[in-house]
């Protein structure tokens, strides 16, 4: 990951974009909103990733857009506009396909602002946000996000070493790939919970979770994040405000029906958008600064 300024705040900040924009993205099926949180979630994570985040699209998130987009008009035919009719003798409706291309998008943006997320909110973070609050909860939930990438990187190990002494899932007959597939698994079960146990000692060990325990905290909260806190509370306030008073909204069945263009609708969308952009401009804003100043030296 490059340096990116929008993770160098401080965890409340982090923390409450995260739940904005994904909240939004999860319950919100408006077309506009999609959009923007396609573009900024995709964005944010092509600067925190680089090349790798175009691999990820094409491997994941364009075949769930694409299924999502293809199976809803299979499965629902609800809608009055009548396109034509499937080989099994189903309607097939403008608006199912409507449904299924919103569907899809808020999949990839949920999935978008996810990546983002583990890569900005680091375990020590959200121990620092929740640990006293929950704190046996706060260290499951830290293991749990930090286990899958830990995970991934050990079974890779362990089928490098395994493929080394013609041991690996693609050495051998069906049986014996099959064999070698349950050993690989055993092995990866053993560290598994070896692992959780050592975690387990070790917090235990440094008094994690008892009462008057001083936690030692890397984060202070200073003018920029409090700038940006209020920045994002405000925005924050301004969409859900919209929502709540039915200013944007789309309805997809029985006929499409969007909110019309409005001032108000207008300037929702524009908090939406500065919203769903505000790390990329962060960063951007930054990354101009150094290199002024770097022109000066």
């Not at 573009?39 to 075949?63: D, F, I, N, Q």
């Not at 309607?91 to 996810?114: D, H, K, Q, R």
């Not at 013609?166 to 014996?176: A, H, K, P, Y």
Request: charged share 15%.
């Amino acid at each position: 990951m490059k340096r990116d300024a929008f993770a160098a705040c401080h965890p409340v900040v982090n923390f409450l974009y995260f739940l904005l924009v994904i909240g939004c993205s999860m319950f919100v099926m408006h077309p506009i909103f999609l959009c923007l949180s396609v573009v900024g979630g995709m964005a944010y994570y092509v600067y925190l990733k680089g090349r790798k985040a175009w691999k990820t699209s094409l491997r994941l998130m364009l075949p769930v857009f694409l299924l999502t987009a293809v199976l809803n008009p299979l499965f629902s035919h609800e809608g009055t506009t009548l396109l034509t009719y499937l080989p099994s003798g189903n309607p097939l409706t403008l608006e199912s396909i409507l449904y299924g291309l919103g569907a899809g998008a808020m999949l990839v943006c949920v999935i978008n602002w996810f990546s983002c997320y583990q890569e900005v909110m680091t375990s020590d973070k959200f121990i620092y946000l929740f640990g006293r609050i929950i704190p046996s909860l706060s260290l499951v939930l830290s293991m749990v996000l930090r286990f899958v990438p830990k995970f991934r990187i050990q079974i890779e190990q362990v089928s490098q070493a395994q493929k080394c002494i013609g041991r690996d899932v693609s050495n051998g007959t069906i049986l014996e790939k099959s064999r070698h597939g349950m050993k690989i698994l055993s092995i990866m079960t053993t560290w598994a919970l070896e692992n959780s146990v050592d975690t387990a000692d070790s917090m235990r060990s440094r008094g994690y979770g008892l009462r008057g325990r001083v936690n030692y905290a890397l984060f202070r909260f200073d003018g920029r994040d409090r700038f940006l806190c209020g920045l994002c509370a405000v925005l924050g306030l301004v969409v859900v405000a919209g929502i709540a008073t039915k200013t944007v909204f789309f309805r997809y069945y029985p006929a499409p029906m969007m909110n019309p263009l409005t001032a108000w609708s207008l300037l929702v969308y524009l908090c939406y958008g500065a919203l769903c952009l505000l790390p990329l401009l962060l960063n951007v804003i930054e990354d101009l600064k150094w290199h002024y100043l770097k022109s000066k030296i």
